[in-house]
Each structure stands twice: as C-alpha cells, then as structure tokens.
T-cell receptor, first 118, second 117 residues
Framework: AQTVTQSQPEMSVQEAETVTLSCTYD???????LFWYKQPPSRQMILVIR??????QNATENRFSVNFQKAAKSFSLKISDSQLGDAAMYFC???????????????FGTGTRLTIIP | EPEVTQTPSHQVTQMGQEVILRCVPI?????FYWYRQILGQKVEFLVS????????KSEIFDDQFSVERPDGSNFTLKIRSTKLEDSAMYFC???????????????FGPGTRLLVL
C-alpha cells in the first residue's frame, strides 16, 4: 500500500516570502499522480497543483511550484510571494495511475498547517 | 466554473439515527468518491463508485454505509445507524469528464460536517 508522509505539522512564513512544504511518499509503482490540496478554515479541499510521475518537468501554477524528485520519492511545494490568503492546511496526496480514466483513490498525508505572518 | 456541491453543510443527529448525505458531482464526470476527515486528522478514503456500482471501498466502509446514484445527478452516502465515531467532515469528489479533459484530478465538494450526539 502507498503511504504519504508530511513531516512538518506546522510551518510559518513572513508575508511576501517563500516557503517550501515537504512531502515524501512510498510506492512500488512507476506511474502515478501527485497532488497538493489546500484546506482553508472553511475546510473545503481546493486543488493547488498536480504532477504526473511520467513528466520530468516540475508543475507550476502561478506562485505555486513543485520540486518532484522521483528517485527520492519526494514532492515538495514551494509557495512564492506568500499572501495572507495562503494560510491553510496543505495536504499532499498520491493517486495510482491505474487504468486510463480509472478511479483510483487518493491517499493523503497528515497535512502541514501554514501560517502567514503579516 | 463547474463545481461539486454537497448538502447539507452541517448535520446534527442522535446516535443510532440514519443520515443521508447528498452530493451533486460535476456534470459529465463519471467517477465519484466519498472521503471523510475526523477533526484534526487526515482525509481518509471511504468508497469509489462508477457505472452505478462500487469500484472500491475501504475497511471503514462497513455494512452501516451505502452509496447510490438515484437519479443520474445526485450521489448519496447513507449511514444506517450512526455512531459517535462517525462524527466527521464528509467530502464528496468527482473526476474524469466524458472527454477525459479533467484527467485524473478529483474535484472536491465543500463537505458536510456531521455531528453525532
């Protein structure tokens, strides 16, 4: 079974600075997807970014980027120019590629609570 | 932008009562999921559903739980006889539109906060 580990229960960063959240995972599969979801105080799960394991290029979405190290099974999230609205719980998640269009479940890490200091 | 919706947003029930949590997935998505998150803990998979049948379920999803898609738009989770430990946030998610454009990303609803007293 796959496992996802987030070793930083809490992180804080000054507004406008850059912060990196860590995530490692364990799998024997070669094809899979990785995600970062954000959960603000409203507790809604919002997709931040996703990465396909077969792609060497790191995914980027505006101020959010990932450092995907497949051999090391590491998938960190970098938030640049941190804003007050970035304060939330961030979850790393793994999904097997499975069949094309398949319905594989997400396996989540325990989350990192990010605080933005004004 | 299409989104997953869930009702109710909050539900309080007495132990032993039945509850039905409702979800409307993104239209033309084909795969549906329920997850739960006990307060302060990580999100856990409950069940996945495709083509009107359960594809996979976790050990949490015992005989007290059931899912159905009664009318082609709603996707429901029923808990037959609630227990105190069922208190949690329940998330519905959907993925993959018929053209494959949504890829494998699961889009989550806002959740239903269930409190069992």
């Amino acid at each position: 079974a796959q496992t996802v580990t987030q070793s930083q229960p809490e992180m804080s960063v000054q507004e406008a600075e850059t912060v990196t959240l860590s995530c490692t995972y364990d799998t024997s599969e070669s094809d899979y997807y990785l995600f970062w979801y954000k959960q603000p105080p409203s507790r809604q799960m919002i997709l931040v970014i996703r990465q396909e394991a077969y792609k060497q290029q790191n995914a980027t979405e505006n101020r959010f980027s990932v450092n995907f190290q497949k051999a090391a099974k590491s998938f960190s999230l970098k938030i640049s120019d941190s804003q007050l609205g970035d304060a939330a719980m961030y979850f790393c998640a793994y999904r097997s590629a499975g069949l094309v269009g398949g319905n594989e479940k997400l396996t989540f890490g325990t989350g990192t609570r990010l605080t933005i200091i004004p | 932008e299409p989104e997953v919706t869930q009702t109710p947003s909050h539900q309080v029930t007495q132990m032993g009562q039945e509850v039905i949590l409702r979800c409307v997935p993104i239209s033309n998505h084909l795969y549906f999921y329920w997850y739960r998150q006990i307060l302060g803990q990580k999100v856990e998979f409950l069940v996945s559903f495709y083509n009107n049948e359960i594809s996979e379920k976790s050990e949490i999803f015992d005989d007290q739980f059931s899912v159905e898609r009664p009318d082609g738009s709603n996707f429901t989770l029923k808990i037959r006889s609630t227990k105190l430990e069922d208190s949690a946030m329940y998330f519905c998610a959907s993925s993959v539109d018929s053209s494959g454009r949504a890829g494998e990303t699961q889009y989550f609803g806002p959740g239903t906060r269930l409190l069992v007293l």
